[in-house]
């Protein structure tokens, strides 16, 4: 059987080895103090939205109720139609 020679069609520049690049500044190194610190922000980010929704949804005007006709008779909206 033929043997694989890994990265033999590869261009030249891309056959060199890219020296490793940390993201964010943090090591390779998954810890479980890394993992609890970035759940945390983001727990953190949701609450703060959620909050900041409420806000929002307390000082909004109310949904406007079931639209009035000119007879006065209350209108409700169309119910989709059956598609079977």
Do not use: K
């Amino acid at each position: 059987m033929p043997q694989r020679v890994p990265q033999t069609s590869l261009a030249a520049e891309l056959r060199e080895e890219a020296p490793p690049c940390e993201e964010d500044g943090f090591p390779d190194d998954f810890t479980a103090e890394r993992a609890a610190s970035s759940l945390a922000g983001f727990q953190r980010g949701t609450l703060r939205a959620r909050d900041h929704e409420d806000a929002d949804a307390d000082s909004a005007v109310p949904p406007p109720g079931p639209a009035v006709t000119a007879a006065g008779a209350p209108q409700t909206p169309t119910p989709p139609a059956d598609r079977s």
